[in-house]
Structure formats: C-alpha cells, structure tokens
C-alpha cells in the first residue's frame, strides 16, 4: 500500500471469528432448565481485531492487517473476509497446528443466552516473532497510525509490542493500544492505551471508586509507561482523558444499549482515525463517544460510519426525544401510520431561529398531526451558504428546534438535498417555505405519486437568516466607526 492518502492504518493483533447463532425461546428444555432456542439465522464475521478493521474500514480509511491464524477452515474464512474488503494481508503468519480463534454466541430475541469458544492461547515464539517483524519491515512508514489489538491470545508478546513500539518512536507513528492483562510493560512508549476502569484498575493497582482514584490510576500508567495520553473508558459514564495536563472527563451520549460486543474496538477505531487526521484527542475522543453510541445501539457486531456520526444527535438537546437517529426514522414513522397520523415533512437549515421560522412550522404543522424536520448537518450547510455558515452546529441547532412544540420529531441529513429523506419517510403533506413553484420543490414527485399534497408557506417579509447575519455586521461596523 503507498501512502499516497490519509488514513493508512495498520492493525495487529489478535483475530477471530463472530459466530452467531440468531433465534427465539418459546419453552424450556424437559431434559434440563435450560432454554430451548429455535435457531432461524446463522451469521459469521470479523471478531477481535478484525472488528477494529471492520470499523476502520466503516471510517473510510485504508487498512493493512497483522495477526496469526491457523491453517483451518475459520483462518481461511478471517483472511479470505480481510481480503474482500481491500485489507492487505502480508503481515500474518498461518501456522498448521493453531487453533484460530472462535467465538460462537447464542442470541434469542436481542438477548445473549450462551457462549462457547475455540481458541489456542500461547505466546508465539521468537522465531514466529522475526517472522512477522520481518513482513513489516521496511513497510512501517507507509502507515499514519498502528493500532496494537491486545487480547491476550498470544501474538502481541513483550518483544514484539516493544520492538514495534521503538521502530515506531524512531518514524514518529504514534501507536495506540487496546491493552489486556495487569501487566502493561509490554507497551512502554506507546502514543496511548484505551483500558476500560476494571483494566485500568488492575494494570495501576489502585482501586478506582471515584474520580479522585480514577486520576491517580491514569496519572500512574501515564508516568509509568511513559505514554503521551491514556483514555479509559467508563462504560455509562464516558471517558477520562490524561495528559500532561491531567484529567479530562468526557461524557458519554448512548442512549439506547442493546449490546456492548465490540465497542472498544469502535473506541480504538474512532481514536486512530482521529490520529491518523490530525484531529485533536479531545475532539477525537468525541467522535469515538458517538461512534461508539451507535454501535452499542444495535445488536451484535456493528459499525458506524462518517456519515452516520455526522448525523448523530446529542449535546445537551432540551428535549432529546425529539431528536431521532435516521436508522430509527422508518419504525417511528411506521408507528404513525398504524395510527392513523397524517405526516407533515419539512426541511432546513434554521441556523438563527427567528420570528419567520416559528411562524412557517406554526404554518405547517397545521397540515397534519405530526411534524417531522429534516436538518441540514453542517457540512450540507456549508455546500448550500458557503464556508462561513452555519453560525451554529447541528446539535445546537437541533437543540433549539427541540424547544418548540409545534414540531415533533428532528432527524439530521447530510446530503445537498432532502430526496433521501423524503424517500425513506413517504410525507402525506410535504411543505416548503419560500416563492417556490410547487412542481420545483425537491420531492414534489414522491410525494404526489403516493397520494400525498405539497404546500408552500410565505415567509415573513424581512425575516432571514441571513438579514439577521447583515444586521449584526452593521452593527459591529457601526461601533467600530463610533470608537473611530
């Protein structure tokens, strides 16, 4: 792989496969108390380190693998996977007499009933370690960020992590750890490990009950593996943030959790694209929060991508909800329908919310029983009113919105236009504000082919964005000149 773009990232570490066997619980088994699960759905994935390249890959980047697999049926089906998705593979080892790793879960209605696993755990040895140092030779400076995938399998042993570590420090990669066990040695030098509070616990032999041990322990693996951050993870209460500067507590925004499989990887992802982009760990943790957050919404191995976090909503919305995920738009609108609701649909930016925006949802929500608003997220804002705009982001604008009571439901969307939007919801009444020609108005097709009615509402005369933005400026010009 050349280097010829951002987000070149390269993970080693421990690979697995996800089995899952998907079904239902109507009885209890006669031969023991156990439940009975009727399996409908079998699926296999990427597991272990191979969910921190599925994420990665979610993210966009471009991504090389390391690991060890066995020369069997499951080690095929990890590289095989790797491959199909562009990953280059060059850096694993097949051993004949390994076990690949396999983790087989039983999930009946959202609920994990048992799991089973298949694994070899052994350190590999020197000679396996020059192999794998020798397949990454000369190729390390092809990558912006090493993620080192520790789940204490094997792979990632003393000698290797510190030879990779140092080879690093000399090219000035950063590498960024997700550790395992209580002794993280191994990783001395490393740019930052992302332990969760009973590992960070356990490595720093303090026990963390409170924000005042939770800084001692991170200030102690900060010092004494002399790392550039720590970042552990809080599970329902966030992220703490260590630096030279201390501690930093980052909140978490879930709101819903059905399942925490594979969000450290989502984590360690969402931290290495930061890296890899040149973004700061405090906003990088952000995005790996709300990465995160989507991730341990769904069941099962999940993903986020760009798009998605884009469009994730939170930040101290007065009333969040109002705010939905688009992924949970077509049940909330289907909800409606079995009850009869008549749907209004409308869009915008509504960067500076004023008298002429309340008036024209006032207007438009008496077209229906349920107003829905779709909001233009800020790259989408910055397409359509150029790169000054929007004054305020999309949770601060959606925040706002949430605020009036005429409007039911905000859904973020990053495209130039609502189309997509429109789509996927099927308006009964679709209402545009403005001097539009209703045939002009992007979705009008839809929406008359499925029966529905489009409208345009008038602004109010004088009442803009962007007059409030030139009222403003004059303003500031004028006390410029007065101080003259």
């Not at 951050?229 to 599970?235: A, D, F, R």
């Not at 919310?353 to 029983?369: M, N, S, T, W």
Request: proline content about 2%; hydrophobic content about 40%.
């Amino acid at each position: 792989m050349e280097k010829n773009c951002k987000n070149c990232i390269l993970v080693l570490g421990d690979f697995m496969v996800d089995h899952y066997l998907w079904g239902t619980v109507n009885r209890i088994s006669p031969e023991a108390p156990v439940p009975v699960v009727h399996v409908k759905t079998e699926t296999f994935n990427l597991g272990g380190a191979g969910n921190v390249v599925n994420n990665l890959l979610a993210f966009g980047c471009a991504v090389s693998a390391g690991g060890m697999v066995g020369k069997d049926k499951d080690g095929d089906f990890i590289l095989d996977e790797l491959r199909k998705n562009n990953v280059n593979t060059d850096a694993f080892l097949k051993k004949g007499d390994y076990q690949t790793i396999k983790k087989c879960r039983i999930i009946a209605e959202h609920n994990h009933v048992v799991r089973f696993d298949r694994e070899t755990i052994s350190d590999i040895s020197e000679l396996e370690e020059e192999l794998l140092l020798g397949k990454l030779n000369g190729k390390l400076d092809q990558f912006d960020c090493i993620i080192l995938s520790d789940y204490g399998k094997g792979l990632l042993t003393n000698r290797l992590c510190q030879k990779i570590i140092n080879k690093c420090l000399e090219m000035k990669i950063p590498v960024i750890v997700d550790p395992k066990g209580s002794d993280y040695s191994k990783y001395f030098g490393a740019t930052l490990v992302t332990p969760n509070k009973k590992e960070a616990s356990r490595a720093a032999k303090i026990d963390i009950i409170d924000d005042e041990s939770l800084k001692s322990a991170g200030i102690k693996l900060l010092t004494d593996l002399n790392l550039d951050y720590v970042v552990i993870t809080l599970s329902k209460d966030g992220m703490a943030l260590f630096n030279k500067n201390g501690m930093e507590k980052i909140p978490a925004i879930a709101r819903d959790v059905y399942d925490v499989t594979g969000a450290g990887d989502t984590v360690i992802a969402g931290l290495a694209y930061s890296f890899s982009n040149n973004i700061s760990l405090r906003h990088g943790c952000e995005f790996a929060n709300k990465a995160a957050a989507i991730v341990v919404g769904q069941v099962g191995p999940a993903t986020a991508t760009i798009k998605e976090i884009e469009e994730f909503n939170y930040i101290n919305n007065v009333y969040p909800e109002k705010i939905i995920e688009r992924r949970k738009l077509g049940k909330i609108v289907e909800q409606y329908r079995e009850n009869s609701k008549k749907i209004v649909f409308t869009n915008g930016c509504f960067d500076i919310i004023h008298a002429g925006h309340v008036f024209y949802l006032k207007e438009a929500r008496k077209f229906g029983d349920v107003l829905i608003i779709g909001l233009n997220s800020d790259s989408s804002v910055k397409i359509l009113k150029g790169e000054s705009r929007p004054i305020f982001d999309q949770n601060e604008r959606a925040s706002v919105l949430s605020a009036l009571q005429m409007i039911d439901h905000i859904v973020i969307f990053s495209e130039e236009t609502p189309q997509n939007l429109i789509d996927e919801i099927i308006p009964d009444v679709l209402v545009k504000g403005g001097d539009y020609v209703k045939e002009e108005i992007v979705g009008y097709t839809t929406v008359i082919e499925n029966g529905g009615q489009v409208e345009v509402v008038k602004f109010v005369e004088g009442q803009s964005t962007t007059s409030v933005i030139e009222l403003i400026n004059s303003l500031n010009i004028r006390k410029t000149v007065d101080k003259n």
